[in-house]
């Protein structure tokens, strides 16, 4: 059974940095391409960054990049979104995804398995 458990969300002050986790039960993460979304309050779902199977090819939204930085460890079958610069326009929930079908990377119906999420507030 697959099982995503996202993990480190917070409440933090503007220009901080925050790390979330997602531990994966069920499969094998270098197996599957990994991604992070986020949804603030009455906005739509928008894709944050992935981590393709196998090589491990990372994209991010034009509004992250420099700023968070996604990665895996294996052995413990978990990917990270290190998140640093933070802003208050990246206060959302945060949720894990997992198993790309090849529709669009940082689509949100292009996913098969979804976390419950984290919560994210950033403070100015």
């Known amino acids: 059974q697959v099982q995503l458990v996202e993990s480190g969300g917070g409440s933090v002050q503007s220009g901080g940095s925050l790390r979330l986790s997602c531990a994966a039960s069920g499969f094998t993460i270098s197996q599957k391409s990994m991604a992070w979304f986020r949804q603030a309050p009455g906005k739509e779902r928008e894709g944050v960054a992935v981590?393709?199977?196998?090589?491990?090819?990372?994209n991010y939204a034009d509004s992250v990049k420099g700023r968070f930085t996604i990665s895996r460890d294996n052995a413990k079958n978990t990917v990270y979104l290190q998140m640093n610069t933070l802003k208050s326009d990246d206060t959302a929930m945060y949720f894990c995804?997992?198993?790309?079908?090849?529709?669009?990377?940082?689509?949100?119906?292009?996913?098969?398995?979804w976390g419950q999420g984290t919560q994210v507030t950033v403070s100015s």
């Open positions: 981590i393709l199977a196998g090589g491990g090819t990372r």
């Open positions: 995804a997992a198993e790309l079908r090849g529709l669009g990377a940082l689509r949100p119906d292009s996913y098969t398995y």
